[in-house]
């Protein structure tokens, strides 16, 4: 545990704690997309889907505890990071360019990330830390889904896990060393296509429950 400790010490250690546990969250997102647009194959399917994640049981319990703890590191890792960035240039320059390969996504990252963090809070208050007796998960989603705001609030969220994960897929990659001008910019494309795709496949999906509802 000694290793992890000097690792974490080190600026490229925090960079590479935060670039494995961010590779976490991003198969973790194309695990979830994917049983999620179950939800186009009916109440029935969704729902065995949801029973089929329960039945795995302990197996279950230790995942959601993996995503616990890479969510500590992460957030915890980035806003010290950030803290560390803001406190060696407190003041900003007087002027802001995106010049030098900065993106919405890389000069919104710390602000992104911690309204993400808010937003899974609110989504596990809402579907996960629920009572689930007498009812399915369609029909707590459906519920859920029937408010025009919880749907609005839903979709921007989404938008703005696109954006983070725009900067944060290629990031991850480079910091793991994959910096090298001939991969570079397929993976910037595959980044790109990657937050597109779970921004739309997440933000639609509350659409379309709330059209059936």
């Known amino acids: 545990m000694n290793w992890i400790a000097k690792t974490v010490g080190t600026s490229i250690g925090k960079k590479l704690f935060m670039a494995l546990t961010g590779l976490g969250f991003i198969g973790f997102l194309s695990g ?16 065995s889907y949801a029973e089929h994640l329960h ?24 806003l010290y990071l950030f803290y560390q960035n803001y406190t060696a240039r407190p003041v900003r320059y007087a002027v802001n360019k995106s010049g030098g390969g900065r993106t919405i996504g890389s000069q919104t990252m710390p602000y992104t990330g911690i ?14 830390f629920v009572d689930k007796t007498h009812t399915t998960i369609f029909e707590i989603v459906s519920n859920a889904f029937s408010n025009p705001l919880y749907v609005i609030t839903y979709v ?9 994960v725009s900067h944060g897929f290629w990031s991850a990659f480079q910091t793991l ?3 090298h001008p001939k991969y570079m910019p397929i993976i910037h494309v595959a980044g790109i296509a990657f937050s597109i795709l779970v921004g739309v496949g997440f933000g639609f999906i509350p659409i379309y429950v709330s059209i059936l509802a």
């Open 32 to 47: 979830h997309l994917a049983g999620n647009l179950t939800i186009y194959g009916g109440k029935d399917a969704f729902n």
């Open 55 to 78: 039945s795995l049981g302990p197996l279950i319990t230790l995942m959601e505890l993996g995503l616990l703890t890479f969510a500590v590191v992460h957030v915890g890792v980035g």
């Open 156 to 164: 921007a969220a989404m938008i703005v896990v696109a954006v983070h």
């Open 177 to 179: 060393g994959a910096n």
């Open 115 to 128: 309204l993400m963090l808010l937003f899974i809070i609110f989504h596990l208050l809402n579907f996960h």
